[in-house]
């Protein structure tokens, strides 16, 4: 199991990220609020780089009663990051795509020691 420098905290601000070179993997690490979260460089659905993707937050689509759409909005709590390929989304904080459970990123493992941070594969 290798461990890989991935940057200072102070060298992320809220909503940054970075893909490092981990040998034969990538991993993103992303920084939201005080939080990182960290995920391996590989779209769920067909192995896109996912974590080189936009970051927004989630788009809900508001449905009224006949059923129709005119708007898209979005989820202030929720911030996605959307594969380049095909557009699928998953949240940052947990991998998981919100409209099916059976697509979800695959968690790396980070520390954060005196200040930096540390992948590990």
Excluded at 89 to 109: D, M, P, V
Aim: aromatic fraction near 14%.
């Amino acid at each position: 199991m290798g461990e890989y420098f991935a940057g200072a905290v102070t060298d992320y601000a809220d909503g940054d990220r970075k893909v490092i070179d981990c040998g034969e993997f990538e991993v993103g690490v992303f920084r939201v609020g005080d939080e990182f979260f960290a995920w391996h460089n590989r779209c769920a659905h067909r192995a896109g780089p996912v974590c080189q993707g936009r970051i927004m937050k989630r788009v809900i689509e508001p449905v009224s009663d006949d059923r129709t759409t005119r708007t898209l909005e979005y989820d202030a709590t929720e911030t996605n990051i959307v594969c380049p390929w095909h557009g699928y989304e998953f949240s940052i904080r947990t991998g998981y795509h919100q409209a099916s459970s059976r697509f979800r990123l695959r968690k790396a493992e980070f520390t954060i020691r005196e200040g930096e941070i540390y992948v590990r594969t």
